[in-house]
């Protein structure tokens, strides 16, 4: 190895051992030493100098936690120790049964257990090899398991590579906790995909995706519970995986008697809404693995340990009537109003219904007695109707937005209705937030405080209001002073000269991001030919299918719109491209995809990507199966060898020229 490669090794070793400390201290420790613009930065450098020299891409690398091709099925895998369910019990009597087995079994006075908080997720075992991850198996039937390792190897608080160069397996639950649960959600609904039911079946199904990308995009977690080989004490055992770089549950406990466990049980059962991740009892061990052997196992469940399952929180009332609230995006949620109920040391007198297709699939009508479920998520639901009341009413969903007036629409095959209003009262705070992010019109300084005042005050009624603020208006908010309010107007200004595509993404049209905004101004020039297309001339654009080009039309009929558009274009924002898309005709390379390597003569690279794009064609990083051409130019890099080895089309300058 040259001198110069040997320096490239070094700087790529460094980074990777950066990158796996940063992430340990942010994704296990939760104590983060630098921002997120900096780990980005090392993470970037890393993937450079990867795709550069690929021949010193190592499986354990922080780069490769996603990668590959989506598994056709996931391959089973079979325990050398069963991962066996554990036994419940649902009383402290029972509890007190189970303990007092323990002891006569064990021929001890006394016994130590360990209590640890129940999750709710998924079990896996993690099976490490001279310290790199090998296999993620899930618990499967508890003798056999399904191989599900690119997914696991997506979960950041999962290192790739343990602390030490050993061969172990370590067990746990892996979860998604109520926060990203939620967000989830939210994005499904947004999606028209149905919702999931808890975070446990959101966990499950993440793990189950056969494509690695998609889990890769879903937040789940990890606490780590068993290792093999066992230490002689399961208290060990946990600081051991620890010690090793993964998490265990902070909350446990090394208990002497059952009085204990209960205290720990019941603390528990009234704090669980703290935490961010459902909970549904307490998990106690026998803390002495000899014992733990001794006690042995039937064939479904452990000896010594047992679940302490929590009460349920549930009860019975009244559905006086169902009313709708408007979320930020325009979604119409039915919403119960209930006859006031305790419920988890709580009075509920609304519960969450999400769409009406979970009120049909209820068989729900205003005046039955339901049966109610308050879980972690804090927002009770229904589950079911318990008795349907005599003078029982339908409920239908509004034609028009109850906020707005505006017209409410349900895409076919979606379960959200929604208001098509951009002008809506509702999705202002978050229409403001989007027109003035990054990718939009870049306003920095508008964030969210100054969006709720903007909003309270009555100041902006749509985003063409921030183009009539004032300099005294803004600093008469909080927090604000002449030189914020100077800046902010400033960045408003400045917005008014960016590109017309910026405008499209930012008016917030449903399902539109950046690429298709872009793709809209290069083939239509102006908000006039784009108002004026027709839903089958919109689904005729290159990347522009059914659902999208309705959304669009939809968008562009809406009155409410249009006047929001002629506001807009009254305060001098963009409404036409200076990068118009040419002729369909010319579009020799739509659905071709180009990799660029080398010095190009007679072009830039930004100019030989426009070239393409303008045609129809997309330019991506690396060499695959599925590019059409590497346009090459002087000194290629390592893609042109990669090129040749799959058999790609290569291209020089003159020939890539001739095709245009």
Known sequence: MGSAKRTVNDRIEELRRQIREHEHRYYVLGQPVISDYEFDQLMRELQRLEQENPELITP???????????????????????????????????????????????????????????????????????????????????????????????????????????????????????????????????????????????????????????????????????????????????????????????????????????????????????????????????????????????????????????????????????????????????????????LGGTTIRNATLHNEDEIERLGLQINDRVLLERGGDVIPKIVSVVEQAPDRRPFQMPSRCPVCGGEVYRPEGEAVRRCLSQTCPAKLKEALLHWASRKAMKIDGLGERLVDQLVEKHLVRDVSGLYRLSQEQLEDLERVGPKSAE????????????????????????HVGERTAQILAKHFGSIERLQNASQEELEQVHEIGPKLAESIYRFLKQPENRELIKRLEASGLPMKSD???????????????????????????????????????????????????????????SKLDKARKLGVQILDEQQFRAML
């Open 60 to 342: 354990d690398s922080p780069s490769q936690r996603v990668g590959g091709e989506p598994a056709k099925e996931f391959p089973t895998h079979p325990f050398s120790r069963p991962m066996l369910s554990l036994e419940n019990a649902y009383s402290e009597e029972e509890l007190k049964d189970w303990a007092r087995r323990v002891v006569q079994l064990a021929r001890a006075e006394e016994v130590d257990y360990v209590a640890e908080l129940k999750i709710d997720g998924l079990s896996v075992a993690l099976i490490y090899e001279n310290g790199l991850l090998s296999k993620g198996v899930t618990r499967g039937d508890g003798r056999t398991g399904e191989v599900v390792t690119g997914n696991v190897r997506t979960i950041r608080s999962i290192p790739l590579r343990l602390h030490e160069d050993v061969s172990v397996e370590i067990r746990g639950e892996i979860f998604l906790g109520l926060k990203a649960f939620r967000q989830l959600n939210d994005e499904r609904e947004q999606a028209g995909e149905p919702r999931f039911a808890n975070p446990r079946n959101a966990a499950a199904g993440s793990l189950r995706q056969l494509d690695p990308a998609i889990a890769a995009r879903r937040p789940l977690d990890f606490y780590g519970y068993a290792i093999f080989p066992t230490l002689p004490l399961q208290s060990e055992n946990l600081k051991r995986i620890t010690k090793l770089g993964l998490k265990v549950n902070p909350h446990r406990k090394l208990c002497r008697s059952v009085e204990e466990i209960l205290d720990f049980y019941h603390h528990w059962e009234e704090q669980r809404d703290g935490l961010d991740y459902e909970i549904d009892g307490v998990v106690v061990k026998v803390n002495s693995i000899q014992i733990q052997e001794k006690l042995g196992s039937t064939s479904k469940s452990p000896r010594w340990a047992i679940a302490v399952k929590f009460r349920p929180r549930q009860a019975t009332t009244k559905l006086l009537n169902i009313r709708i609230q408007v979320g930020r995006t325009g979604a119409l949620t039915p919403v119960a109003v209930l006859e006031p109920v305790q």
């Open 487 to 510: 800046n902010l107007l400033r960045e408003i200004d400045a917005s008014r000269s960016l590109e017309f595509w910026r405008l499209l993404f930012g008016l917030g049209i449903r």
């Open 579 to 637: 990068d118009v898309q040419p002729d369909r005709e010319t579009k020799v390379f739509e659905g071709k995809t180009f990799v660029l390597t080398g010095t190009l003569q007679g072009l830039s690279r930004e100019e030989a990507t426009k070239l393409i794009e303008q045609r129809g064609g997309r330019v991506t990083s690396s060499v695959s199966k599925k590019t059409n051409f590497v346009l090459a130019g002087s000194d290629p890099g």
